[in-house]
């Protein structure tokens, strides 16, 4: 029994040295059956206890329906959780079915469905924390199955001691001791535990870096394991550093939009190429914390590929797909993450303007549109607009009512200064108006549906200030952004 003393002791100092929890914590331990898992809610019981940490556990395991041996070590759980008097959850995913209706390979389906249920039971439970049995071999597994697919910094730091997921904390316990430790643990306390044979079929990738690869390195690097998990810690210490670098610069930058983010061009140019991933993938991570998988589809190659997107010098607009929800759209120096389940496209808009004077607020444009009828006694100075969000009209010319509304197809206006008509469509691309904008800004046309002016665009060759105008019509386009 002294084993599993000398192991609370090592969880004991890991929990000091990274504040996995406070005391009086709720913690939801996820048991396979299996001796790691088996191992580490013993430890955790141990240290539950009020003259330790006080901590209240809840144990759950998840029922895959891979094989038929899995409801007989669903009841060994719950015999070992009734044993140590703590309440079980028991979840049976069927994930052969679940796979076959989404098309996804095993193991994601199972880490998916698994997940999902840990994080219902924290929910049920009110639980902080969610503990998981991962060890150092888990992590040397991983750190060698994501150099061998190409990997960044970020990803060969391996798994995190400490993470937040849904508001839960992920902590791995166990992350820095051996598997041959826990074994020895379960050995010399006579823990019970179940053996899943699945585990040395080479069927699975992870099965075949445990069983081929590591051991056939071993013969270079007899501490192949200890090594890689170095490597991890060393990595991860530089990228939780350019994570926060990138993170604090990135809030003084990001701007939140309707439908997503958006950010200047100049602000990722500026910017070293390590902190210009880091910009994307972050971005691409706030917008998929909406739903569950999203994530694991912002590789490299996508990152990269928006990243060469936004460094191109000619001006440009283009869209690209990251995944069935998210896009990110380039409109010449501006660039815009938008998330699907938020952009809906505008909703069309119509308002009417009367004679005399008044206000309306133009809620998709984000816009406060302001009119009002003023004499003119020819001073030229009166009619000159301070800027394109103001336009003077000669009322007498003008029919009334006029009509606030977007854009529609073939809209076309008579431009000032030039000859003949023009596509509203084509003014928005010579005047860099970005596409994700175009829909929803405002035009406004006379009753005849003759287009006027497009604020803050261009005005129309339609009721100018002439010698012999006496009234006029004043419009301004108010914006947030003044």
Known sequence: MTKIYALAGQVEQVVREHQLWTPGSTIVVAVSGGPDSVALLHVLHMLAAPERHHLQLIVAHANHGFRQESVAEAEIVKRIASDLELPCEVAHL????????????????????????LHATATKYGASHIA?????????????????????????????ISRTEKNVELIRPFLRIYKTDLMDCCEDSGLQYVTDESNNSRKYVRNQIRLDVMPFLGQYNEQIVKALNRTADLLRADSDYLEQEASEQLAANLKRTKGGYQLARTDLTNTHVALQRRFIKLILSYLAQKTDTESDSFDYEKIEAIRLGILQTQPTTWMLDISERIQCVR?????????????????????????????????????????????????????????????????DCVHFPLIVRNRRPGDRMRILGLNGSKKVQDIFIDEKIAPVLRDAWPVITDCTGQILWIPGVRRSAHATVEEQTTRLVRLELCRYEG
Request: aromatic share 10%; proline share 3%.
């Open 132 to 160: 998981l049995a991962h060890h150092a071999d888990d992590q040397a597994e991983t750190v060698m199955m994501r150099l061998i697919r190409g990997s960044g910094a970020a990803g060969l730091a391996g798994m995190a």
């Open 331 to 395: 409109s010449y120096d501006q660039i815009d993450f938008i998330h699907r389940l938020d952009s809906q496209g505008p909703v069309a808009y119509e308002y009417r303007i009367e004679r005399g004077h008044g206000e309306q607020w133009i809620s998709d444009h984000s816009g406060l549109l302001r009119w009002n009828e003023i004499s003119y006694d020819s001073d030229l100075s009166e009619v000159r607009p301070k800027h394109r969000c103001i336009a003077f009209f000669d009322a």
């Open 94 to 117: 069927e994930i052969p079915e679940y796979i076959e209706r989404t098309g996804m390979n095993s193991q994601a389906a199972a880490r998916e469905q698994r997940y999902a249920f």
